[in-house]
């Protein structure tokens, strides 16, 4: 076995996956709660680009009801944001599964 080879190879893997990583901001997912009374965009990196909420949810004497929207709406973006970083990651690894880099 070539030890240079391999080496050589995980140094290609390694600036792969900083590059990926450096392209995750790129990315971009969108959730919504409330049948859409709230939006959340959210780039690969999990942080919020945007946020809408409609006028509709916005109900002085329910502001519970506004902070589980944007709550369920903030976590629904997470989860997307994770799975899409997850498989762009991939892609720039080939498919091999490297622990605590996404998740």
């Given at each position: ?17 900083a ?27 999990c ?41 762009h ?15």
């Open positions: 076995m070539d030890i240079q080879y391999l080496m050589r190879q995980a140094k290609k893997l390694e600036k792969a996956m590059d990926a990583k450096e392209q995750l901001a790129g990315v971009s997912v969108e959730a919504e709660s409330g049948g859409g009374l709230v939006k959340v965009t959210m780039n690969g990196k942080e919020v680009t945007r946020l809408v909420v409609d006028p509709k949810a916005v109900d002085p004497a329910d502001k519970a009801m506004l902070e589980d929207l944007l709550t369920a709406a903030v976590n629904a973006a997470v989860e997307k944001a994770r799975a899409a970083a997850d498989e990651l991939s892609k720039a690894t080939g498919g091999i599964k490297i622990p605590g880099v996404v998740g």
